[in-house]
């Protein structure tokens, strides 16, 4: 990068999904953007537009993330994470939702604030298919986590824990006297959290590439 470039760094916030590198080490170590955490009582994310954390809705329910929750930067759920998803379900027609691939974080830490980059290690996730959508939900655990940093597959977390993860991601968007479709076909294991994220990195350079290439 050029010095012009480095100075405009300093100047101006880097827009998270777009401004901001996955990391080197990707997909075993991941740099994440944290959008909420448990404490959240509304649904923040990230617009797309500006790059600002805006409330998107209040909770009708009492359902609240179990961990931290946001996406991973540089990466989109397209035609490749929907082709694996359609693979691995036998379904049809099903389009990748438009937007970064989604990450949940454990940690032992009390984190009270989103809008952060936090280091990852993905550990497996969830095959979320919502109306026609394939909406993946990865897991990971926050990089050398004192409790949850030992974890090195999906089969190392409790039951109860991907039981929480799995009830939120099946409720949050429910609205009173309304339910959308929506299903988790598989919970899957590190290798295929590792595939699902070079895909939507795959994804994203063929999406973007060129527009935001300098």
């Not at 050029?2 to 916030?13: E, H």
């Not at 009582?41 to 946001?70: C, F, H």
């Amino acid at each position: 990068m050029d010095l012009i470039g480095r100075f405009m760094g300093l100047r101006f916030k880097s827009h998270p999904w777009h401004g901001v590198s996955i990391g080197n080490n990707a997909p075993e170590v991941v740099t994440s953007f944290v959008e909420m955490v448990p404490t959240d009582t509304v649904k923040y994310e990230v617009d797309k537009q500006s790059g600002y954390i805006k409330i998107d809705r209040s909770q009708k329910y009492s359902n609240i993330v179990p961990a931290l929750y946001g996406f991973l930067p540089q990466t989109y759920s397209g035609k490749r994470v929907a082709e694996y998803s359609m693979k691995h379900t036998g379904l049809e027609n099903l389009t990748g939702d438009g937007d970064p691939m989604d990450i949940c974080i454990l940690t032992e830490k009390e984190i009270t604030h989103g809008d952060i980059l936090v280091f990852a290690r993905p550990i497996g996730g969830f095959r979320m298919i919502d109306g026609k959508d394939a909406d993946d939900k990865i897991i990971a655990v926050l990089n050398n986590d004192a409790v949850y940093g030992n974890y090195r597959n999906i089969n190392d977390c409790p039951p109860l824990v991907i039981e929480r993860l799995r009830h939120y991601f099946l409720t949050y968007k429910d609205l009173p006297g309304k339910k959308r479709e929506r299903e988790i076909t598989h919970v899957y294991d590190i290798k295929a959290a590792h595939e699902v994220i070079r895909l939507s990195m795959e994804d994203y350079r063929e999406k973007f590439e060129q527009k935001y290439s300098i």
